[in-house]
């Protein structure tokens, strides 16, 4: 991998994986996005938690943090998850996109310029990029929204340009 442009956290993670969707996440990030080894034991925690099913995630390089983004992450660690915490620490300094749904932490995110997107934009590039049309997202909004995400639409098509 030669450069990180997305950075994914739990979050948006478990949403495509309890639609057993996870794949889309690799088609749509052209194999530029990576996590954290604290959103693999979030991740991993969730299946043992009857969430979702065992999904192999060995498409998705873990990213070990430099020390600078080990300072980073400290002083966000104090306010978010880890796991939210080491995504943004990461994108902070690699200049990269965070991907996550927590609310806290896309404020944060905004805060410090680091760009920043969730499920609804994911739906909304897949449904623009051509993998999924605007019924079959709308279908795993409508099944995410079932398995606990919460959502303010339920209509990606407001969100289209």
Partial sequence: ?????????????SNFATVDRIDLLRIVSEG??????????EFEAGVLQGYFGKISLEWLPVLAMTPEEEKTFEVI?????????????????????????DGDARRYARQS??????????????????????????LLLA???????????????????
């Fill in 1 to 13: 991998m030669d450069a990180v442009r997305y950075v994914i956290n739990c979050t948006v993670l």
């Fill in 32 to 41: 530029m996005a990576a996590t954290t080894e604290h959103v693999i034991q």
């Fill in 77 to 101: 660690a104090s306010r978010l998850g880890s796991g939210e915490a080491s995504c943004l620490a990461i994108a902070q300094h690699r200049g990269a996109m965070i991907w996550t749904d």
């Fill in 113 to 138: 310029g680091v760009p920043v997107t969730g499920t609804l934009g994911i739906l909304v590039r897949l449904v623009q990029n051509g993998p999924l049309s605007l019924d079959e997202a709308n």
């Fill in 143 to 161: 099944e995410m929204v079932k398995h606990g995400y919460y959502s303010p639409v339920t209509d990606l098509s407001l969100l289209l340009s």
